[in-house]
């Protein structure tokens, strides 16, 4: 039997991981396999989604469109191989979350022109989750973000509380100017076993058009691997939340522009709990407590996505910082 592959992808920071965790905790998508691609080598979204989803697969760092797409290839095929000799639940569908930079365009031509994956699985749905607050930006600096819109079945905006009634309604009209034929919702209307990671998708000619319509766009929204970089800072020991909070504020206030997207996990003194903290841009959110560390060692992990900031700049920024504090990286 051929499986749906649905994926999700959006922009940077868009809240595909909130839509996730939330669509997870309900009981329709127990026949699910997830899958959770990050830009870099320390992967922090299948650590806050385990709780929910015990068993995720972390894909390798770069991202899914080009370096390792090979890696996509094999780890569905592991996941059918499983599937079929018991050692998994006989799950129904997999569920592809993207990097915040992914070109959707290989995904869809990967799955269905390989011969090996054709029969195991077909394209399923893509949903794209736009950033309500920050997607006029978005389209105007980031190529990468007009192909995900572009390429989406289902558009899913975010954070309306975040913008006025006459943002978001220009906002949907852009949505639909660009891609007219993408059903349109917002994320708070997303209810538990919807047909965005229920529904079986496209198949034969039908994916062939959606391909088609996807190369369409293409060169829009290709990426090099130069254009966006990782910085990933990780520290030992617990930190003054206060003193964390002035500097990451400053550091955004300053370069925010070139800081596409900051996520990570903090041990903070005083604090049992995982403190999660994430930011788009000059944005940063309010934290997040999680009930319990993730497996792994307790120590604080940042991951930055920048574009046109010096990484040695970013770490000594955070060096100076803990110095300070009388600490060493």
């Not at 499986?3 to 922009?11: A, K, S």
């Not at 000619?205 to 970089?229: C, K, M, T, Y």
Request: proline share 5%.
């Amino acid at each position: 039997m051929s499986l749906p592959i649905n994926v999700i992808t959006g922009f940077l920071g868009s809240g595909k991981t909130t839509l996730l965790k939330r669509l997870l905790a309900g009981k329709a998508l127990g026949e699910t396999a997830l899958l959770i691609n990050e830009f870099g080598e320390v992967g922090i979204d299948d650590l806050l989604v385990e709780e929910i989803a015990p068993g995720t697969v972390l894909l390798p760092g770069g991202c899914v469109c080009c370096s390792v797409r090979g890696d996509l290839k094999q780890a569905l095929l592991d996941l059918h191989a499983k599937r079929s000799r018991g050692d998994m639940p006989a799950f129904r569908r997999v569920l592809l979350e993207t990097t915040g930079l992914a070109d959707p365009g290989p995904i869809l031509s990967t799955v269905h022109r390989d011969p090996q994956l054709r029969g195991r699985f077909h394209l399923g749905l893509l949903a794209t989750v736009v950033d309500g607050q920050h997607a006029p930006m978005q389209e105007r600096l980031h190529p990468e973000w007009l192909g995900q819109v572009t390429a989406a079945d289902r558009l899913l905006v975010s954070k309306r509380e975040l913008v006025s009634p006459q943002a978001l309604a220009q906002l949907l009209r852009r949505l639909r100017q660009l891609n007219p034929t993408a059903s349109l919702a917002l994320t708070d209307e997303v209810a538990d076993g919807d047909e965005l990671l229920l529904g079986e998708g496209l198949k034969g000619v039908a994916a062939d058009a959606e391909v088609a319509r996807w190369q369409l766009f293409a060169p829009l929204a290709q990426i090099r691997h130069g254009s966006a970089n990782v910085c990933c800072l990780e520290f030992d020991g617990s930190l003054d939340w206060m003193a964390f909070g002035v500097w990451l504020s400053m550091l955004l206030r300053c370069h925010g522009e070139r800081i596409l997207r900051v996520k990570g996990i903090l041990d903070v003194i005083d604090s049992p709990q995982p403190i999660v903290v994430h930011g788009v841009q000059h944005c940063l959110y309010a934290p997040v407590h999680l009930k319990d560390w993730p497996v792994g060692p307790r120590r604080s992990r940042l991951v930055f996505i920048v574009r046109d900031l010096d990484l040695q700049q970013l770490r000594r920024s955070f060096n100076a910082f803990l110095k300070r504090l009388g600490r060493a990286a």
